[in-house]
């Protein structure tokens, strides 16, 4: 007799072993997919002006950062910006500096909606906030540092905290490509 409520105690373990496992495999990311969290890329804040300093100009690569197409007729921003970055040793240092435009309205006071902030995503990453653009000597600028194998890696710059994937416009969006693409795009310019 003892052994028929042991059996059923076991019995009814496994079975919620099975659906909890079973349930984990429905709600968690399929093949191929990111999560909504998405892994982290770890990047380092650094002030563009020092860490940039004792690079030579030859060595660091310019992208002009641009509105998304998609955002072009909703997004009336007089926003520039260019994403500038250096790949070495697997290392990449990169920074972002914008044109300042007018950054709010007379009535607006909330500060968060006129704040400025970096955002990155790369290949099998969610966006994740970097920093703030802040006041330096060539305008609106901040940076950051990561290892070489985090890329390809998509910047974006965005107006308030609010992420790109919930919904926060992107102002301007650039694009570090691999080491390997980035040699590839010299040898053709040399070629020509």
Do not use: H
Not at 3 to 12: E, H, M, R, T
């Amino acid at each position: 007799m003892k052994k028929l409520p042991v059996s059923i105690l076991y019995g009814s373990v496994v079975i919620t072993m099975a659906l909890f496992f079973s349930g984990c495999q429905l709600f968690g990311p399929k093949n191929g997919e990111v999560s909504e969290e998405g892994s982290t890329i770890e990047v380092v804040p650094v002030t563009p002006s020092e860490e940039f300093a004792e690079v030579k100009e030859s060595d660091v690569e310019t992208v002009d950062l641009s509105q998304p197409k998609e955002e072009t007729e909703t997004n009336q921003s007089s926003l520039t910006g260019a994403l500038r970055y250096y790949i070495s040793e697997g290392k990449v240092l990169f920074s972002v500096a914008a044109g300042q435009d007018r950054l709010g309205t007379e009535d607006e006071e909330d500060e968060n909606s006129s704040r400025l902030t970096v955002w990155v995503k790369g290949a099998q990453t969610a966006w994740q906030r970097v920093c703030d653009l802040t006041q330096d000597k060539g305008g609106l600028q901040c940076g950051g540092s990561l290892s070489e194998d985090q890329l390809p890696l998509e910047v974006g710059v965005v107006r308030g905290s609010g992420s790109p994937a919930t919904g926060a416009v992107l102002l301007l969006q650039g694009r570090i490509p691999t080491s390997d693409s980035t040699e590839s795009s010299e040898s053709v310019k040399s070629a020509e």
